[in-house]
């Protein structure tokens, strides 16, 4: 409600001038624009107005007593409240004064010279409150997504709590069948618990997945250094059971480098794309995934080489693999929710960077991620 209420608000101007006539004729002339004009007298005062109230655009005096509006416009600049206000400066001096040039440095987003020309200045002002509707818009929209976004993350948490809790009391009571009553079961009965434990299992990790998924898009990219050697290692790590119940084996053929990125998500990244190099194996062959760093074309960038040896896919198939759950044919015999990959492609989009995906049917596939190393911070 609020910010529906303050998107209807009058934008507000301040003039600044030391001269009441001055300011007078100000007024007069924005009075067409249907604005909450405030007018003062001295730098201090401004200061005073900028810190309890939201300017849309300052309209500020260059030559003032004590403090002149060079003086003002830094300060302004340099307090996070009011370092974003646009500032026009009011002058008489002469276009080529070297004083023009100073407004710039101090924060001027554009001159007016006296005696002023009420058509110019009309025109002037309306651009700075156009823009300032359109940033009060956008902040609008950037607030109710923010919101929405929250609602989506709260809502994904209760129905992921809402929807396990069954599955687990139908998992847990199926193993309990099994493991008490499986003497008393004929061999169909047996089949049947298993079965339901199996998908109630199945059920679950596609909550998960599209957990994961969804909150992907709901949740911002917290940048921070990440150490992506700590985190194949702990990847490495909470896969120990899967490696050894499929007598896998990751070899780390190169130091990875340190770079700025969101750590859970390079953990995801690591993890569903290994996670599938050793469920995707080849009945006949150990899985066998190697991982390392080739030289990127730029010299900011990196690419991380992630190769399988597992079954492998055809050529033409390779672009549907990204999609939400999209299962290759001949990937169908194995357990899978299909938002492994599409998780990866959306966290790798998120980084600035892109993914390329070699492979043939039985030879295994190759993954190379090309990331920026830095953002910016």
């Known amino acids: 409600m609020d910010t529906q209420k303050n998107r209807h608000q009058a934008p507000k101007i301040l003039v600044v001038d030391d001269r009441k006539e001055n300011l007078f004729a100000m007024q007069k002339i924005l009075q067409v624009l249907h604005c909450d004009v405030s007018v003062v007298q001295s730098g201090n005062e401004a200061l005073s107005y900028t810190l309890r109230h939201d300017f849309a655009l300052i309209l500020l005096d260059v030559n003032m ?4 509006g060079f003086e003002l416009a830094e300060l302004l600049r340099s307090n996070e409240e009011t370092k974003r206000i646009p500032i026009i400066f009011v002058t008489a001096s002469n ?8 407004g710039y440095e101090s924060g001027a987003v554009d001159y007016l010279f006296k005696p002023v020309n ?3 200045l009309l025109s002037k002002v309306k651009i700075f409150l ?7 818009e956008l902040e609008a929209i950037q607030s109710e997504l923010e919101r929405s976004n929250e609602s989506l993350r709260e809502f994904a948490q209760v129905v992921s709590h809402d929807l396990k809790n069954p599955l687990n009391v139908i998992t847990g009571l199926s193993e309990l069948l099994i493991a008490r009553h499986s003497a008393d079961m004929t061999p169909k009965g047996k089949e049947y618990m298993n079965q339901i434990s199996a998908t109630a299992e199945r059920m679950n ?5 599209l957990l994961s998924y969804a909150q992907l898009n709901a949740k911002s ?9 700590e985190v194949l290692m702990n990847v490495i790590s909470d896969l120990s059971s899967t490696i050894e119940q499929n007598e896998g084996r990751i070899i780390k053929q190169d130091r990875l480098p340190i770079i700025q990125a969101d750590a859970t998500q390079m953990y995801q990244l690591f993890q569903n794309i290994i996670a599938n190099g050793l469920k995707y194996r080849r009945k006949v062959q150990s899985p066998i995934i190697q991982i390392s760093l080739l030289e990127g074309n730029e010299p900011d960038t990196f690419v991380i080489q992630i190769q399988d040896n597992g079954i492998g896919m055809k050529k033409e198939d390779i672009p549907s693999i990204f999609t939400p759950f999209k299962r290759l044919d001949n990937a169908k015999a194995y357990e899978g929710t299909g938002l492994g990959l599409a998780t990866v492609q959306k966290i790798i989009e998120r980084h600035d960077g892109l993914m390329e995906v070699e492979s043939m049917i039985g ?3 190759t993954f190379r991620v090309y990331l920026p190393i830095s953002h910016g911070l």
Do not use: C, W, Y
Request: glycine share 6%.
């Open 205 to 209: 990790h596609l909550i998960t997945d």
């Open 95 to 102: 276009k080529e004064d070297q004083s023009v040039f100073k």
């Open 118 to 120: 009420a058509d110019i």
């Open 363 to 365: 030879e295994g596939t």
């Open 130 to 136: 156009e823009l300032n509707r359109r940033n009060k």
């Open 65 to 68: 007593p004590e403090m002149d």
């Open 221 to 229: 990219v917290t940048f921070g250094n990440v150490d992506l050697n």
